[in-house]
């Protein structure tokens, strides 16, 4: 079955870098296409950057070149470098994996809550001005 396991999040101040962590186990190989979402109290969860297989990633428009999603397969790792974090950045942060036809090009940051099949608990963010 598989685990995944977010770690990293905390509390910075506006301008300030964060680097959020997922760690992936029981992994069959099936799940090609992996992300992070976040949600801020009382809106919907959306997505923020995804990465396939082939290396082939996404980011959401909103990202504006400020985060970074990245893996390290020997370590089985997900990472999502954040920079110059805003107060409207404060979510929980949830790591996600799903399979996909990846000749579909649908591993994409639209895919959203019900784009994915696996979860972990979250890591709150939190960004003060």
């Known amino acids: 079955q598989l685990q995944l396991v977010e770690s990293g999040g905390g509390s910075v101040e506006a301008g300030g870098s964060l680097r959020l962590s997922c760690a992936v186990s029981?992994?069959?190989?099936?799940?090609?296409?992996m992300g992070w979402l976040r949600q801020a109290p009382g809106k919907e969860r959306e997505g923020v950057a995804t990465?396939?297989?082939?290396?082939?990633?996404n980011y959401a428009e909103f990202m504006k070149g400020r985060f970074t999603i990245s893996q390290d397969k020997a370590k089985n790792t997900l990472y999502l470098q954040m920079n110059n974090l805003q107060p409207e950045d404060t979510a929980k942060y949830y790591c996600?994996?799903?399979?996909?036809?990846?000749?579909?090009?649908?591993?994409?940051?639209?895919?959203?809550?019900?784009?994915?099949?696996?979860w972990g608990q979250g890591t709150q963010v939190t960004v003060s001005s």
């Open positions: 990465i396939d297989t082939t290396g082939t990633i």
């Open positions: 996600a994996a799903v399979s996909v036809p990846l000749w579909t090009k649908s591993c994409t940051a639209r895919r959203g809550s019900r784009g994915f099949s696996d």
């Open positions: 029981g992994d069959d190989g099936s799940r090609n296409c």
